[in-house]
Every structure is written in structure tokens, then in C-alpha cells.
């Protein structure tokens, strides 16, 4: 029984008077693929950010790789192979494509104290950082400024980026936000082809992605879990259908979703 | 030990006088989002102004009467001219421009006052002492400050909960769109409160007058007391405020009273002397150092 | 094309300066160009962490002072003969540039550490006070020192022996302080191009973004930090050959203010920008105090109005494309 790559037990957040994560518990085994959805201010975000560190939660655990990193920041559980892109592109809008990529690569070659080599003609970061790009589709635009890029374009860099670092968990949120249908299907395709060499936890509220893509999916509602199952099962779930997934729900509209993203 | 009772009351004294310029500084930066150097600018003004009047009429009172309205129409008057054009911009812009607004108010001060010290005698009917235990004798001016203070905490805390206006400024903190779209005059709110604090750093200057001297440069060392104190309390809090300008006063005055005399039980007198002479001057920036390791963000971060 | 003309003008000029100075007998000009020198290399070390890595330091005279302050002690040591400790081992002060300067900057750099140790943890506004309430709180630690000249500062009989170069030559001064300061450049230059300069640049772009990448910030911006402090105590140890005294004052926060403002008026995070903001300011200061004793007055409203509307600085107008910096992050 292979040990989960991502375990995590009772997470408890609370925000003043609201309970945005209330013991929620799930586990990734390695290679799989799985979907968090839920509705507006279900507790997807603030999940996100206790699992990457930036929120300390108030209860539960988070194991990565069979060790605790609950108390670890973000930048340790990144060097451990932790890797995440952003609800809200972060990039670095004054690099080219390949510049951010190449940072990526060098977050996870050794320290950076180095102060006499010219990093952008190494190839021991730019390399890697060429095949990153070409894994997303991104080869013919590295030499683009960041900020220069199509919305979609950036979302795949985010991708870009998260593959450089070399990681064995994936924490993908919502990459397919503000997607037109033919980047949407563009992604999906990418994150099809991720599937099995990384592990991924996919935060989305495209249910197309969702359900062509997940190996399993965890169902959040006000900061709780409800169901956890393959897609059929949760497809299937009357309770699951009559928060979320019913014609007549909140589900799958494009919502302002401002409020979910907590201030760094 | 009646002269550590004094000590005490001086520590008070100082930090109350730290509480009416941290308050108005702490309101600007929480609400308008403005650091603003030249806060103890006006703190300055507020004093040259009372030292003036004084001298010609020969009453304190009418020279604090005056000082206040004038100060903060220079207040606003600055406002309007040049921190109008730095509410978007980043606090590091925001610290150049108003480091260079001190420049300016220095070297006026100085041209239209002259380079020497001014000289402001408090009013006549507090010239004398309290003895608030018997005994110990109490300067009635120095008591009558922090009195003053107490109030001015009492009133400003009053504002922020219980009045229109004080929902308003924490409306205007917690969400300028939105108070804004809700009606609200932003602008004139803007010009409000920084008038507000404009006042608070002419009392502060003005009571200050007799203590210290009035001359140029008078406000940038409590501007960094300032500072001290808000680090300490958490920017944006006046309660935070308060409680970081009672401890700054508190520090200083003690420190400099004892830290030697503490130091002569360990080491020799000579020794004592220097280093404990040394260490008070150091005192509140180990302190703010201390909290700082222990609360990043101050003492109350509230707002911020 | 136009800022290689104006690079190679500018050093055309630096190297020729002593001779029209002579040429034109305004010899104080020597000083006054070493002066700049000085505040350049002063503005390179604040624009490392400014410029490149956004943060905003408001006491870096702290270490400037500081820098100075090694030099004085030392040479005063020297120069009356006394040993600066007796205990463990006796050591003596020293006139030697060679150990001086050296030492001023592992003393800045050592306080930089510790000071940035604690005010790394801070960040935006809390940053900026802090610093500036450090640098205070080492002006008065200076002020008290009496053994030192206290509040009155403290005299250099001569200025630091360097070898074969006699320095109280004004002119071989200022050659060496050039020279210093092109090495400075250099390396910042390397630096700067380096994977050190691009996780600086990167913090100071997005700093979160670099933390979920796996930096660990804090580290970085620590050593940049001390790396800037102990540049700054060189810039510390040549003022305080230049004026041949010390003072408290040079740790004063007007003092930080001006380094600040060569910086930005120079163009922040450029490689060049800090040496023409020192070229600008200490100009502008020359020119106007010619005119009246008051030039502060219009100094004053002048810095407001370049932060309002001109803020890329100078070199922003040489450079065509948007240089590497601008906007520090709150």
C-alpha cells in the first residue's frame, strides 16, 4: 500500500467569524490527479494556502512525502518538491518567458549565492528552461516579455514555471481561469499529458476540465468536505448534486471571485 | 522614592505628549495611507507659531488658541499643494517628497525666525507646582499636560467608536472604494483628518514649547520618537498608540534617570556613567527592537 | 547609442578633471568632484537593495557613519600612540589604508547584518521606520561616545598612508577614489547579471512568487543587505579621509535622506544612475548655495517636484528602455 504523497488531516481555518476550512481531510496518492471543486467560498483558496504555507492553520496536519511540513514556510515546502501556480497570474512581467522559467530552474539548482557568473547565459538554467517552455507549448515565445503575453499564454508559463522546479506535487489553481475555449482545451491537453509523472491537486471550477481530467474528486461546501470519489461516484452524489452540480446551482458560472483570494 | 514618583509623571509627560503625534500620524498613514514626514513639520510650526504670539501678547493661551487653527491650515494648505499628488504612490515616494517638504519648512523656519532658539513660557497660573502626594512637589504644567493628553485620548478614542465622523474614518480605512461609491466625500474626508492631525501636532509642539526649546530641527527628533511609537504599537491602531507612546516616555525618562545609577551597583562609576549615559540614549530603539522580534508587526496591527 | 556617448563622456571627463580644474583655477574643484565620487559610491551601495532589491532603507547613513568612524579611531589611535585594546592581545591603531579601509567596511557590513537580521523580518513601512530608528539609535551611541569628541566629532590628523600614493595630495585622493569607485561598477555590474543579482531582482519583482518557487528571501535580502552596509562604510572611510573629521552628523538621517536622494534622482535600480544623481545633487547644492545661504528652501520644494512628476530620474532619460528597477514594493 503505497504511502499517500500528500496527506492531510483536520484542517481547521477560521477567519474572524467564519469557518472557511472546518476539518477538512484528504490524501493524493503519487501520480494521481485530483480535483477540488466547490462553489464560491467553499474554503478552496484558504486550503490552497495552508497547504503551500502561506496560511497557518489553527488544526490538522499536512504530510508531503510522508514527512510534516504543517509548521514549514513556503519556500521550504517548494524546495521539497512542492510546486504551485497562482489563482491570479504572478509572474515576473519584466522577464522574458524563458527568464522566468530559467528562475524557476534555478530555485532548484543548488543556492543561488553566486555572484560572478552571468546567470542568463548558463546553461545549466537555461536548458532546462527551454524544455519547460516546449512541455507547455511556450517554445516560440521565450524571448517574450511576460507582460507581453496573452492571458493564456501567461497561465501556461505559471504551468512552465511549476514543471521547472522538478516537482512531485503539482498544486494547480484554477489554470484555466479567465480561458477561452480553445486555450481551456489547450490546458486540459497539457494537464493530460502531466497526468501519472507528477502528482497534481487541482483546484477548478471548469467542470469540462474536471471531469476529463480527474482520477478522483474532493467536493468542498462551506469550508467542509461532502464527498470524495471518482468522477461517476461524485457525478452521482445526490448531495453533491444539490449543492454544486445541479442545472439549476451556483456550479460552473464565471463569478467575480475577488473575495477568495486572500491577501499575501 | 518620591523622586522616582516624578520620574514617573515625567515618563507620562513624554509619552503623551508622543500620543497626540503618533495619534495624528497613525491616522493619516491607517486611513489615507500616507506616510508624511513632515508631520513633525508642523509640529514645528505649531510651536513657532505659540512662541510668536506669546511674545507679542504675552499669553500662552492666545498663543495655543492661534497655533491650532494656523497649523492646520498650513496642514491642509500642504496637503492640497503637494501630498494630494502622492496618495497613489508608494510609500517610498511618499517619504522622499515629505523628507524634502522638512527641508523646506527648516530652512523657512529659519529664514523667517532666525537660526536661534525661541523662547515660550507657559501661562502664568501653571507656573507653580502640585503636590499631588505630599511632599512631592509636581510641576503644575508639566501635569496639566498630561491631563490634556488623557482627555485628548479619551475624545479621540469617543470620535473613532461613537460618532458619524469616526465611522466614517474607519469606513475610509477598511474600504476607500467602496466608502466612496457609498457617497462619501472622500476628499473631504482626506482633508478632515489630516487637519485633524495637524491640530494634534500643534498641541503637541505648543505644550512642548516651554519644556524643550522652540527651534528648527525641533520636530524631526520626535518625528523618530514617532516613529518609535508606532512601530511599537502597530501602525494604524491609536490604541496602539497610546500604549507604544506610554512605554516609548516611560523607557526614556527612566532609562535616563536610573540606568546609570542601576549600572554603578556592577560596574565602576566612570564606567557606569559612560555606558549608562550610552545605553538610555539607546534605550527605546532596544526596546522597539525587542518587540519587533517578538511582534513583527507591532503591539496591535489592526488596520495597517 | 546615446548612452555610450554619454558613459565614455563621463569618464573622459572624470579622468581629465584634476587638470581643468588646474587649467581653470578652480582647484577646490578636485574636492569637490571627490566629494561626488564619495556620495556615488554611497548611492551604489543604498541602490543594491533599493534600486535591485526593493528594499526601502531610510538609516543607511548608519553605516556610512560607521565606516568613517572605524577610519578616525583608528588613525587617532595611531597618531597618539595609544593601543586601542590591552586585552587579550594588544592592538594599536593604524594610519594604513590598506587595514583601514578594509576594516571599515567588515565593521559596516558585521552591523548591517545585525541591524538587517532584525529589520528583514519587517517589511513596507515597518522596514523604512526601523531602519531609520537604528541609524538614530547609533547617531546618539556616537554622540555619547566622549572618548571620540562626543557631539563635536573628532578630528583626523592625516588622512590614511596607502603605499607608494600620498593622499594628502589631493589629486592622487581623487585618482584613487575613481579608480574605486570604476572597480565598484565592475563588480556591481557582475553582480548584478549574476543568479545573486537575478534572486535580488526577483524579490524585488514578486517576492511571494520567488518564495513559491523555493528562494528562501530572507537569506538573500540579508546578504545583499550586508553586502550594501559594508560598501557604504568604504564610501564612510573615503569621506572621512576627504574631510579629514568625523562627526556624528554623518549619521544623522538628513544624511540618509541626501543618499536616498541621489539615488532616486539618479534613476533607481540602473547600474550608472547613482553616479549621476551624486553628479546632480551635490551640483545643484554647489551652484545654489553660491546663490543663497538658504538653498535648502528651494532644494526642498525641487525634490518634491522631481518625485512627483519626474521619477525614473536622470539616467531614465539616457536609457531609452525602462531600466531594471523603479517602484520599490510595499
Known amino acids: 500500500m503505497?504511502?499517500?504523497?500528500?496527506?492531510?488531516?483536520?484542517?481547521?481555518?477560521?477567519?474572524?467569524?467564519?469557518?472557511?476550512?472546518?476539518?477538512?481531510?484528504?490524501?493524493?496518492?503519487?501520480?494521481?490527479?485530483?480535483?477540488?471543486?466547490?462553489?464560491?467560498?467553499?474554503?478552496?483558496?484558504?486550503?490552497?494556502?495552508?497547504?503551500?504555507?502561506?496560511?497557518?492553520?489553527?488544526?490538522?496536519?499536512?504530510?508531503?512525502?510522508?514527512?510534516?511540513?504543517?509548521?514549514?514556510?513556503?519556500?521550504?515546502?517548494?524546495?521539497?518538491?512542492?510546486?504551485?501556480?497562482?489563482?491570479?497570474?504572478?509572474?515576473?512581467?519584466?522577464?522574458?518567458?524563458?527568464?522566468?522559467?530559467?528562475?524557476?530552474?534555478?530555485?532548484?539548482?543548488?543556492?543561488?549565492?553566486?555572484?560572478?557568473?552571468?546567470?542568463?547565459?548558463?546553461?545549466?538554467?537555461?536548458?532546462?528552461?527551454?524544455?519547460?517552455?516546449?512541455?507547455?507549448?511556450?517554445?516560440?515565445?521565450?524571448?517574450t516579455r511576460a507582460g507581453a503575453l496573452a492571458h493564456g499564454e501567461q497561465r501556461q508559463l505559471e504551468i512552465a514555471m511549476a514543471l521547472a522546479t522538478e516537482p512531485r506535487l503539482?498544486?494547480?489553481?484554477?489554470?484555466?481561469?479567465?480561458?477561452?475555449?480553445?486555450?481551456?482545451?489547450?490546458?486540459?491537453?497539457?494537464?493530460?499529458?502531466?497526468?501519472?509523472?507528477?502528482?497534481?491537486?487541482?483546484?477548478?471550477?471548469?467542470?469540462?476540465?474536471?471531469?476529463?481530467?480527474?482520477?478522483?474528486?474532493?467536493?468542498?461546501?462551506?469550508?467542509?468536505?461532502?464527498?470524495?470519489?471518482?468522477?461517476?461516484?461524485?457525478?452521482?452524489?445526490?448531495?453533491?448534486?444539490?449543492?454544486?452540480?445541479?442545472?439549476?446551482?451556483i456550479g460552473d458560472e464565471e463569478e467575480i471571485r475577488g473575495a477568495d483570494e486572500v491577501a499575501p | 522614592m518620591l523622586l522616582f514618583l516624578e520620574q514617573v509623571l515625567n515618563g507620562l509627560q513624554l509619552g503623551v505628549m508622543l500620543f497626540l503625534m503618533a495619534a495624528g500620524l497613525t491616522l493619516v498613514l491607517g486611513i489615507m495611507n500616507l506616510v508624511n514626514l513632515a508631520h513633525g513639520s508642523l509640529y514645528m510650526v505649531g510651536a513657532f507659531v505659540a512662541a510668536t504670539v506669546a511674545g507679542w501678547s504675552g499669553s500662552f493661551m492666545l498663543g495655543l488658541i492661534v497655533a491650532l487653527p494656523v497649523t492646520a491650515l498650513v496642514g491642509i494648505a500642504v496637503e492640497f499643494i503637494a501630498l494630494r499628488h502622492l496618495y497613489e504612490r508608494d510609500h517610498l515616494d511618499q517619504v522622499l517628497a515629505t523628507f524634502g517638504l522638512i527641508l523646506f519648512f527648516n530652512e523657512a523656519a529659519s529664514m523667517i525666525w532666525g537660526p536661534r532658539a525661541l523662547f515660550l513660557d507657559g501661562p502664568a497660573w501653571l507656573s507653580g507646582a502640585v503636590e499631588i502626594v505630599p511632599g512631592a512637589p509636581y510641576p503644575a504644567f508639566r501635569l496639566a499636560i498630561i491631563v490634556v493628553g488623557l482627555i485628548v485620548a479619551a475624545g479621540l478614542y469617543l470620535l473613532v467608536t461613537r460618532t458619524r465622523l469616526g465611522m466614517l474614518i474607519r469606513a475610509g480605512a477598511s474600504n476607500r472604494e467602496m466608502a466612496g461609491a457609498l457617497g462619501v466625500d472622500i476628499k473631504l474626508l482626506y482633508t478632515l483628518v489630516f487637519g485633524l492631525g495637524a491640530m494634534l501636532a500643534a498641541l503637541a509642539?505648543?505644550?512642548?514649547?516651554?519644556?524643550?526649546?522652540?527651534?528648527?530641527?525641533?520636530?524631526?527628533?520626535?518625528?523618530?520618537?514617532?516613529?518609535?511609537?508606532?512601530?511599537?504599537?502597530?501602525?494604524?491602531?491609536?490604541?496602539?498608540?497610546?500604549?507604544?507612546?506610554?512605554?516609548?516616555?516611560?523607557?526614556?525618562?527612566?532609562?535616563?534617570?536610573y540606568l546609570s545609577t542601576v549600572l554603578k551597583l556592577f560596574a565602576s562609576p566612570a564606567t557606569a556613567d559612560g555606558v549608562g549615559a550610552s545605553l538610555a540614549s539607546m534605550a527605546i530603539y532596544i526596546l522597539m527592537a525587542a518587540v519587533l522580534v517578538w511582534r513583527p508587526k507591532g503591539l496591535f496591527p489592526g488596520h495597517g | 547609442m546615446a548612452r555610450r556617448a554619454v558613459l565614455l563622456g563621463a569618464l573622459a571627463l572624470g579622468l581629465a578633471l584634476p587638470a581643468l580644474a588646474a587649467l581653470t583655477g578652480l582647484d577646490y574643484g578636485v574636492g569637490v568632484a571627490t566629494r561626488i565620487l564619495i556620495f556615488a559610491l554611497a548611492g551604489l551601495s543604498l541602490n543594491l537593495?533599493?534600486?535591485?532589491?526593493?528594499?526601502?532603507?531610510?538609516?543607511?547613513?548608519?553605516?556610512?557613519?560607521?565606516?568613517?568612524?572605524?577610519?578616525?579611531?583608528?588613525?587617532?589611535?595611531?597618531?597618539?600612540?595609544?593601543?586601542?585594546?590591552?586585552?587579550?592581545?594588544?592592538?594599536?591603531?593604524?594610519?594604513?589604508?590598506?587595514?583601514?579601509?578594509?576594516?571599515?567596511?567588515?565593521?559596516?557590513?558585521?552591523?548591517?547584518?545585525?541591524?538587517?537580521?532584525?529589520?528583514?523580518?519587517?517589511?513596507?513601512?515597518?522596514?523604512?521606520?526601523?531602519?531609520?530608528?537604528?541609524?538614530?539609535?547609533?547617531?546618539?551611541?556616537?554622540?555619547?561616545?566622549?572618548?571620540?569628541?562626543?557631539?563635536?566629532?573628532?578630528?583626523?590628523?592625516?588622512?590614511?598612508?596607502?603605499?607608494?600614493?600620498?593622499?594628502?595630495?589631493?589629486?592622487?585622493?581623487?585618482?584613487?577614489?575613481?579608480?574605486?569607485?570604476?572597480?565598484?561598477?565592475?563588480?556591481?555590474?557582475?553582480?548584478?547579471?549574476?543568479?545573486?543579482?537575478?534572486?535580488?531582482?526577483?524579490?524585488?519583482?514578486?517576492?511571494?512568487?520567488?518564495?513559491?518557487?523555493?528562494?528562501?528571501?530572507?537569506?538573500?535580502?540579508?546578504?545583499?543587505?550586508?553586502?550594501?552596509?559594508?560598501?557604504?562604510?568604504?564610501?564612510?572611510?573615503?569621506?572621512?579621509?576627504?574631510?579629514?573629521?568625523?562627526?556624528?552628523?554623518?549619521?544623522?538621517w538628513q544624511r540618509s535622506g541626501e543618499i536616498l536622494v541621489v539615488v532616486i534622482l539618479g534613476g533607481m535600480g540602473t547600474l550608472y544612475g547613482p553616479v549621476a544623481g551624486a553628479v546632480a545633487y551635490l551640483l545643484l547644492e554647489e551652484v545654489l548655495s553660491q546663490w543663497t545661504q538658504h538653498w535648502m528652501v528651494v532644494m526642498g520644494p525641487l525634490l518634491v517636484l522631481v518625485v512627483i512628476f519626474a521619477r525614473r530620474g536622470l539616467w531614465g532619460l539616457v536609457e531609452r528602455e525602462s531600466p531594471d528597477g523603479g517602484g520599490s514594493r510595499d
Open chain 1, 2 to 143: 503505497t504511502e499517500p504523497i500528500l496527506d492531510v488531516r483536520g484542517l481547521d481555518k477560521t477567519f474572524g467569524a467564519v469557518r472557511a476550512c472546518d476539518g477538512v481531510t484528504l490524501a493524493l496518492d503519487p501520480g494521481e490527479l485530483h480535483a477540488v471543486i466547490g462553489p464560491n467560498g467553499a474554503g478552496k483558496t484558504t486550503l490552497i494556502g495552508q497547504l503551500v504555507g502561506e496560511i497557518t492553520p489553527d488544526a490538522g496536519t499536512v504530510r508531503f512525502r510522508g514527512q510534516d511540513i504543517t509548521g514549514l514556510p513556503a519556500h521550504a515546502r517548494a524546495a521539497r518538491g512542492l510546486a504551485r501556480s497562482f489563482q491570479i497570474t504572478s509572474l515576473f512581467p519584466r522577464l522574458t518567458a524563458l527568464g522566468n522559467v530559467a528562475l524557476a530552474v534555478q530555485a532548484h539548482a543548488g543556492h543561488s549565492f553566486r555572484f560572478w557568473r552571468p546567470a542568463a547565459r548558463e546553461a545549466a538554467l537555461i536548458d532546462p528552461a527551454r524544455t519547460a517552455l516546449a512541455q507547455v507549448g511556450l517554445a516560440d515565445r521565450a524571448g
Open chain 1, 170 to 249: 503539482l498544486l494547480l489553481d484554477e489554470p484555466t481561469a479567465g480561458m477561452g475555449i480553445e486555450e481551456s482545451a489547450r490546458m486540459i491537453a497539457l494537464l493530460a499529458g502531466l497526468k501519472g509523472r507528477v502528482a497534481i491537486l487541482l483546484v477548478e471550477h471548469d467542470m469540462d476540465a474536471v471531469f476529463a481530467l480527474a482520477d478522483r474528486i474532493t467536493v468542498m461546501v462551506y469550508g467542509r468536505v461532502i464527498a470524495t470519489g471518482t468522477p461517476r461516484e461524485i457525478r452521482a452524489d445526490a448531495q453533491v448534486r444539490r449543492a454544486y452540480l445541479g442545472d439549476e446551482e
Open chain 2, 205 to 257: 509642539g505648543v505644550m512642548a514649547g516651554p519644556i524643550y526649546a522652540v527651534e528648527v530641527g525641533m520636530g524631526e527628533h520626535i518625528l523618530i520618537l514617532t516613529f518609535v511609537v508606532i512601530v511599537i504599537g502597530g501602525i494604524g491602531s491609536i490604541r496602539g498608540a497610546l500604549v507604544g507612546a506610554l512605554l516609548v516616555g516611560l523607557v526614556d525618562t527612566l532609562g535616563r534617570a
Open chain 3, 49 to 252: 537593495i533599493l534600486g535591485y532589491g526593493g528594499m526601502v532603507s531610510f538609516g543607511h547613513a548608519a553605516f556610512f557613519g560607521t565606516g568613517a568612524y572605524v577610519v578616525a579611531i583608528l588613525s587617532q589611535h595611531a597618531s597618539l600612540g595609544e593601543p586601542l585594546v590591552t586585552w587579550p592581545i594588544e592592538i594599536g591603531g593604524t594610519e594604513s589604508a590598506l587595514i583601514a579601509w578594509p576594516l571599515a567596511m567588515a565593521v559596516a557590513g558585521l552591523l548591517a547584518l545585525a541591524i538587517g537580521a532584525i529589520s528583514l523580518r519587517t517589511g513596507g513601512l515597518y522596514f523604512i521606520m526601523i531602519t531609520l530608528a537604528f541609524a538614530q539609535m547609533l547617531y546618539f551611541f556616537f554622540v555619547s561616545l566622549e572618548a571620540y569628541g562626543g557631539d563635536d566629532g573628532l578630528s583626523i590628523w592625516a588622512r590614511s598612508t596607502a603605499g607608494p600614493l600620498d593622499l594628502s595630495d589631493d589629486v592622487q585622493f581623487y585618482y584613487l577614489v575613481l579608480a574605486l569607485l570604476l572597480i565598484v561598477l565592475a563588480l556591481k555590474a557582475r553582480l548584478v547579471a549574476s543568479r545573486f543579482g537575478a534572486t535580488l531582482a526577483g524579490i524585488r519583482d514578486n517576492e511571494r512568487r520567488m518564495a513559491a518557487l523555493g528562494f528562501p528571501t530572507y537569506r538573500y535580502k540579508l546578504a545583499a543587505f550586508a553586502i550594501s552596509g559594508a560598501l557604504a562604510g568604504l564610501a564612510g572611510a573615503l569621506i572621512a579621509n576627504q574631510t579629514e573629521f568625523v562627526s556624528p552628523s554623518f549619521l544623522d
